[in-house]
Every structure is written in structure tokens, then in C-alpha cells.
């Protein structure tokens, strides 16, 4: 397994991951979250790496994106200056507790320190479906800062 910065070369299978875990997290929550096209995933996810505002870190096996973490830029006051946002984490069921999301944060930190961002925040989907995912995060050095993820759209 190969876990590394890639390129815009991959964001049909970076974009068809993401589409994964939406799905996922409306399968188990049951509620219809996001709004899931794939064609539209594909066509941003190409945008945001090509330009820049996507840093994406895949754990390739045997050829095939298999988990990914997308990171953004971002900066505030309360965090003291530049940091990174993990936008979407994503391991495929049957590679998961085979610490290949252990590896993608390993490498996610890196490369947050390499950028000289002052932190990683991310968002867990809801609880208590995704307890799972808390505690993964939580043993990978994340801590809970509570609130909750929410959201306004403006169409």
C-alpha cells in the first residue's frame, strides 16, 4: 500500500469515494444529508485540486484509490493563525481496521506540518451512528471540542 499526495489525475476516484462515504452517511442516519451527484462531484474535485484549494492524500493498494483525506487551508483568529481541514476521510469497509486510516492521518499530519498549519479540525458525521469514527479519530490524537456541524444554504 502506497500512501501519498496525488494529483488531479485522480479526482474521478477521489470524487467516487466521496460519494461513498455521503451515501454511507445517509444509509446509516437515514436522513438525506447532501444532495449526491457524481457527475458534479467529479467536475469539482478536479477544480479544487487543479487549482489548489484541495490537498488530497490517497492510500493507493494494488493500483486503486482505496481511502483518501481531503484537506483545505483555512485561518482564524481563535486558532491562532493558518490551519487545515481534513473535508472528507474516507476508507473503504473491507480495508478498514486494517490501519489504513492510521496511515492516511500520518501522512495528513505531515504533510499540516509541512504547510506549517497550526492544526487539523475536522467534522465527524452524527453521533451517536458514527461513534465509531469518534473514536478512530480520538485514537489517531484528535480531541472532541464540541458544538455541533451546522449549516446554512444560500441557493
Known amino acids: 500500500m502506497i500512501v501519498e499526495i496525488v494529483d488531479k489525475e485522480s479526482a474521478d476516484e477521489i470524487a ?32 479544487y485540486m487543479k ?18 483525506g481531503a484537506l483545505c487551508e483555512s485561518h482564524s483568529l481563535y486558532a491562532e493563525g493558518t490551519f487545515g ?23 495528513i499530519v505531515d504533510v499540516a506540518k509541512n504547510k506549517r498549519w497550526k492544526r487539523l479540525e475536522l467534522c465527524t458525521p452524527p453521533i451517536p451512528e458514527f461513534n465509531r469514527t469518534v473514536s478512530f479519530y480520538q485514537a489517531n490524537g484528535f480531541e472532541i471540542t464540541g458544538g455541533y456541524k451546522m449549516k446554512r444554504v444560500l441557493a
Open 16 to 47: 467516487k469515494l466521496a460519494v461513498c462515504l455521503t451515501n454511507e452517511i445517509i444509509e446509516r442516519t437515514g436522513i438525506k444529508h447532501f444532495d449526491v451527484d457524481v457527475p458534479l462531484a467529479i467536475k469539482l474535485c478536479e477544480e
Open 51 to 68: 487549482s489548489g484549494q484541495y490537498c488530497v492524500v490517497a492510500a493507493t493498494d494494488e493500483g486503486r484509490i482505496i481511502g483518501f
Open 85 to 107: 481541514i481534513i473535508q472528507e476521510f474516507y476508507v473503504m469497509p473491507e480495508y478498514r481496521s486494517h490501519k489504513v486510516g492510521q496511515q492516511l492521518i500520518d501522512k
